[in-house]
């Protein structure tokens, strides 16, 4: 490992801590190295707070010090007023010669200029350190800038015999594949997420709540889809506690600012149209959960960036076939007796 990459590192440490709280801005890592030792970092606070570098800076102790330390940043310091001034302005003011940045920012009012700003006032850059690994801790913001729609995780559990759900069951509440470990895990994810979007059959039997219950973090939108609006009002997705988008085929007015309805067209490319609404909603990445239609949909019309699969170690004797998925297994992983597979679109 390089002395740059272990720095880049460390950034990409820091940037996981503000995922889920800092959007639409990307939750950005940053460090300020002096004599191969740490005396700042940060990251990005949530939205209209203090970008990472400003943080990483603000907490130097030192100032005499800049002018003979480097700082290292996963994502290209703007260089544009927005909510904030403009980072790569803060870096030249306060006397930082060295800049290390993991990825450039693809976003049109960055796109380089930054960097150039860096190199215009003197500083020396260096770009593309851990740059794969940068980018793919970016992945929602840059799904946004460079695909101009959400970013899209697939998510189902199966048995060990390809169901994700019983053909009958007594009552209305989930039959669980995943264990423990893994609903947890799960609760992490929607922390992590924007949205969160599930098919009408779906909510007629689990009614389930999409909320966060075993994690700390904000709920998700809950994405609805009730093409023809079969779905009764006394249902967990109608309680108005989180900001819920029901989408079906037709009008309908809603006085609270919590439920909100949206008409798209079910009878051609509706993944496509789905997406558009979330960006409409300006949501930067959603979670589908189900059900195998639903999630079957976005598969075949290759609207999706990662899959995150578990497979139960139990079996039905008969049931609802998991979606089928032809891609690229980036890993696998055991939680107990349950084992995670996460594929990427590639």
């Not at 199966?158 to 039959?175: C, D, H, L, M, W």
């Not at 039905?316 to 297994?329: H, T, V």
């Amino acid at each position: 490992m390089s002395f740059n990459e272990k720095y880049m590192r460390r950034c990409l440490e820091l940037g996981k801590r503000g995922i889920g709280s800092t959007r639409p801005n990307p939750s950005v890592g940053a460090v300020v190295v002096y004599n191969d030792k740490i005396i700042g970092e940060g990251f990005t606070s949530p939205y209209g707070g203090p970008h990472a570098e400003v943080n990483a800076i603000r907490s130097v102790k030192d100032e005499s010090l800049f002018s003979k330390s480097t700082i290292y940043v996963t994502l290209e310091p703007c260089s544009h007023f927005g909510k904030t001034p403009p980072c790569s302005d803060l870096i030249i003011s306060k006397g930082i010669r060295n800049v290390v940045i993991g990825t450039v920012d693809t976003h049109s009012v960055v796109a380089g200029k930054g960097i150039e700003r860096l190199k215009s006032n003197g500083c020396n850059v260096v770009v593309g350190v851990l740059e794969e690994a940068c980018k793919k801790h970016h992945k929602r913001f840059f799904a946004v800038q460079n695909k101009k729609r959400p970013f899209v995780i697939l998510k189902w559990a199966e048995t060990a015999n390809g169901f994700i759900a019983p053909k009958y069951r007594e009552s209305q509440t989930p039959v669980w594949i995943s264990n423990e470990y893994a609903k947890q895990l799960v609760h992490k994810w929607r922390s992590e997420e924007q949205a969160i979007l599930v098919g009408t059959n779906t909510v007629l039997t689990d009614n389930p709540k999409l909320n966060v219950r075993s994690w700390t973090g904000q709920n998700p939108v809950r994405i609805v889809l009730d093409r023809t609006f079969k779905l009764s009002s006394d249902l967990s997705i109608y309680d108005t506690t989180i900001k819920t988008i029901i989408v079906s085929q037709f009008e309908r007015e809603s006085t609270n600012e919590n439920l909100v309805y949206e008409r798209i067209n079910f009878e051609s490319d509706v993944p496509k149209q789905i997406l558009e609404v979330l960006s409409k909603h300006k949501i930067q990445s959603v979670i589908i959960e189900g059900g195998a239609v639903t999630l079957q949909s976005f598969i075949d019309d290759n609207l999706w960036d990662e899959a995150r699969i578990f497979i139960g170690d139990n079996t039905f004797e008969d049931g609802i076939k998991a979606p089928i998925l032809n891609a690229k297994l980036e890993k696998e992983e055991q939680l107990t007796n349950n084992t995670l597979r996460t594929f990427i679109n590639d």
